[in-house]
T-cell receptor, first 111, second 116 residues
């Protein structure tokens, strides 16, 4: 079963705008990660936020985590055409030795 | 995709045939994983291995088999029992840190399997 579910499923914005993607999960987590996938390629790790953290930054990326609402958001600021990709959240829960991935948000940044 | 290679990039399977997908990593990671991705979907875990000569079933292991004879290698066999094998297959690895389980996963470029 899917632990993380992203919203929206697809997002189209103009270059320079900010893009926000959301992830909801069902059970308590140890950490939540965001990955990026270019079409037909493998996934690339973007950022990890632990359950005791509320916000984390990495370059143009900002991730928030609200454990009371069981949700996370990924904000990409000043988007570029090269940011066009699918973005997935992945959760690790309890003693689980694996990540559970959501179904992803397809982001299109128009030049 | 650095450090993990998958081959071939495209693979064609005939009815009743077993095929093997290769995954090799030079990152010295203990843990390795196989995922299946269907169009427009997320990743589903097939098998994972925390250490050489040991592996565990994931959510969709039926019709697949793996081996882990070497730390660097984790091949996946898609058997004839897998009736709908057409998908994009991704291999990943991660370090197993002491006091905690693996964190970040590093992915290979994927193999696309098609049925003739």
């Amino acid at each position: 079963s899917q632990q993380g579910e992203e919203d929206p499923q697809a997002l189209s914005i103009q270059e320079g705008e900010n893009a926000t993607m959301n992830c909801s999960y069902k059970t308590s987590i140890n950490n939540l990660q965001w990955y990026r996938q270019n079409s037909g390629r493998g996934l690339v790790h973007l950022i990890l936020i632990r359950s005791n953290e509320r916000e984390k930054h990495s370059g143009r990326l900002r991730v928030t985590l609200d454990t009371s609402k069981k949700s996370s958001s990924l904000l990409i600021t000043a988007s570029r055409a090269a940011d066009t990709a699918s973005y997935f959240c992945a959760c690790r829960s309890g003693s689980a030795r694996q990540l559970t991935f959501g179904s992803g948000t397809q982001l299109t940044v128009l030049p | 995709d650095g450090g993990i290679t998958q081959s071939p990039k495209y693979l064609f399977r005939k009815e009743g045939q077993n095929v093997t997908l290769s995954c090799e990593q030079n990152l010295n990671h203990d843990a390795m994983y196989w995922y299946r991705q269907d169009p427009g979907q997320g990743l589903r875990l097939i098998y994972y291995s925390q250490i050489v000569n040991d592996f565990q079933k994931g959510d969709i292991a039926e019709g697949y088999s793996v081996s882990r004879e070497k730390k660097e290698s984790f091949p996946l066999t898609v058997t004839s029992a897998q009736k709908n094998p057409t998908a994009f297959y991704l291999c990943a690895s991660s370090p197993v840190t002491s006091g905690d389980y693996q964190e970040t996963q590093y992915f290979g470029p994927g193999t696309r399997l098609l049925v003739l």
